[in-house]
């Protein structure tokens, strides 16, 4: 087994290496690997929003990097009822370092029938009420998006989100929005219907930093943001209002983004900030830590 370990250790990671985790990682509880891990420079970071029940070669190979490079967490949005039972038990097998989001998104939401829909939302009820299975950290990723919906979808799309932003006033959680062109219809009706705390994901759109931030809500950075929209949103955000995302699995070109990407951005962020990587990880982790009660 140490062997299989240590091949398997030189074959795959690159960067710096915790010995005692190359050892036995698979028996090391995620609190003390972090200790172990301090010079990592992933060390302490959240990937807020990845969708690990999609990678096409399975999620367990991606969690363990992840630990290994001393991440402190990973949350993972279920996008629809095909995916929630995956969901979940990702976050029942990796309890304490893999947490979930379960919503509808837009897309999912149109093809999906009103039953199968009532039939998900009863499950995200369920799981809450039964209390033996991990619970949901926030009701999401749902909201709209223009871009490809049909106009004759449009309706069903609204009634969509509506339902869910119900569901998360009911339950009490947080909500993660999927939103692209329809910015200013998604915060009017966030303002008339939840007073929930709400994460933007994916936000590239620095225009609606501002009302954004002005409403309380916080601003989720995905991984391929420019650096000149960072400097942007920066004008007016501070790293009190963010938290930083992969959204992957994504495939750009020949990258393949996972959430160990993620210490790009921090990277990106720090070349055209004052922050430094350091107090970015620290404070969008801890905002993580805070927003979605983890
Ligand atoms: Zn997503």
Redesign the pocket.
Same mark, same amino acid.
């Given at each position: 087994m140490f062997l299989k370990v240590i091949i398997y250790a030189r074959k795959h990671i690159k960067g710096y290496l915790c010995p005692y985790i190359i050892m036995d990682y698979k028996h090391v509880p995620v609190e003390s690997s972090t200790e172990r891990c301090s010079f990592d420079a992933l060390y302490g970071l959240f990937d807020s929003?990845?969708?690990l029940e999609q990678n096409p070669d399975g999620a367990e190979e991606i969690i363990l990097e992840c630990k290994r490079h001393c991440m402190k967490g990973l949350i993972s949005?279920c996008?629809g009822p095909a995916d929630f039972e995956k969901t979940v038990k990702l976050a029942e097998v990796h309890s304490g370092f893999v947490y979930y989001a379960a919503g509808l #998104?837009p897309f999912e939401g149109v093809k999906a029938m009103e039953e199968e829909i009532e039939e998900y939302i009863n499950k995200i009820r369920d799981v809450i009420s039964e209390g033996n299975r991990p619970k949901p950290v926030a009701i999401g990723?749902i909201g709209l998006d223009y871009t490809l919906v049909k106009s004759s979808d449009i309706s069903k799309s609204k009634r969509n989100f509506l339902a869910f932003i119900d569901l998360a006033n009911e339950l009490n959680l947080p909500i993660?929005i999927?939103c692209r062109e329809a910015y200013n219809e998604v915060i009017e009706t966030l303002k008339s219907n939840t007073k929930q705390k709400v994460i933007f #994901?994916?936000f590239n759109q620095p225009q609606f930093t501002k009302e954004i931030l002005d409403n309380g809500w916080i601003l989720s950075l995905p991984f391929t943001l420019s650096k000149s929209k960072i400097k942007a949103i920066f004008e007016t955000a501070t790293l009190d209002d963010v938290v930083l995302?992969t959204?992957s699995p994504i495939q750009l070109g020949k990258k393949r983004v996972t959430p160990l990407s993620i210490g790009e951005l921090v990277r990106n962020i720090s070349n055209v900030t004052s922050f430094g990587e350091k107090e970015i990880v620290e404070k969008t982790s801890r905002n993580v830590s805070s927003v979605f009660k983890i």
């Open positions: 929003h990845c969708h949005v996008t #998104h990723e993660i999927h #994901h994916y995302e959204d």
